[in-house]
């Protein structure tokens, strides 16, 4: 198992897929330097998980007949390492042709080997055919901003962006809302591949100008960066910038080689969502 920096994973390389078990194919990435890049130092400001689901996994059982299942995987926040998203497909397709006693054996090689890798306790959850039927579908609630009619000029992130309601800026009380948008979109930080998702925020504190938020939203368009570091990244300048007094981020971002990954990070106690994807997951 390798821990190096993103360009030296499998990303945007030509890889040989492997159908036998190699644990040794997943490529942990430390999340300190990017939080450092963030101004995060010391103790995390945020608690959370990265909630991954696997669309394609499959195995054979000990007659050689093929198996499937999904896999909701938490990784916690406060893990070393984040998992390089194309070593973690390649890891689960070294299942294909792998033969198991069954779905528990797949599910005690899948905590083990993707906790070693993420270097803290991963949680690993599977849903076998006959619990398919109970698989929802259900979309981000709160207020809607991609109907507001803004021009748009800046791609980068930019925390400037971010303003107050004049209100605020005056000493009003704070406010409670949520608002979702679903034109987040970033790029892979080695491939420059796109990464489209939809985006939670929730927060107390001095009332947010709901435009300013769609514009910084809106400048992630050409960003590089992880899905884990985009949220953390839109956490703490949220954080910064508004005063937020209670923060929750939560995007979904749509699956690429058959997995969701839908980081969520808040400094409010409390449960970590259910894993339900979105009509475009």
């Known amino acids: 198992m390798h821990e190096a920096v993103p360009e ?21 990435i430390p999340r300190l ?15 959370g998980a990265d909630l991954w689901t696997a669309y394609e996994l499959s195995w054979l059982n000990r007659k050689g007949k093929p198996q499937v299942a999904l896999a909701t995987i938490v990784i ?3 893990s070393p390492n984040l998992i390089e998203s194309k070593s973690f497909k390649l890891y689960l ?6 033969q198991l006693s069954g779905s528990d054996e797949l599910q005690t090689r899948l905590v083990q080997d993707l906790s070693a890798a993420a270097g803290a306790s991963v949680s690993v959850r599977l849903h076998l055919p006959d619990t398919f039927t109970t698989q ?8 809607l901003l991609d109907t507001l009619d803004i021009e748009v000029d800046h791609y980068q992130p930019d925390p400037q962006l971010l303003q107050l309601d004049e209100q605020a800026e005056t000493g009003a009380a704070p406010v409670e809302e949520t608002l ?17 998702g939809s985006v939670q925020i929730h927060y107390v504190g001095p009332q947010i100008n709901h435009e300013s938020v769609l514009r910084y939203l809106i400048g992630f368009r050409q960003h590089n960066e992880f899905h884990e570091q985009c949220v953390e990244r839109i956490f703490m300048d ?34 970590l969502p259910d894993n339900v994807r979105t009509a475009r997951q």
């Open 8 to 28: 030296h994973s499998p990303l945007g390389k030509a890889v040989t897929y492997r159908d036998q078990y190699a644990p040794e194919l997943l490529f942990p």
């Open 33 to 47: 330097g990017k939080r450092q890049e963030i101004g995060i130092e010391g103790r995390l400001p945020f608690m």
């Open 76 to 78: 916690p926040a406060d």
């Open 93 to 98: 397709n070294s299942y294909n042709q792998t």
């Open 136 to 143: 929802r579908m259900h979309e981000q609630q709160g207020i």
């Open 180 to 196: 979702v948008s679903h034109l987040l979109k970033s790029n892979c930080l080695v491939t420059g591949q796109p990464d489209w």
């Open 238 to 271: 949220i954080s910064r910038q508004c005063h937020s007094l209670k923060l929750t981020v939560y995007a979904r971002y749509t699956r690429r080689g058959g997995l969701d990954i839908n980081p969520f990070r808040t400094n409010v106690p409390q449960a």
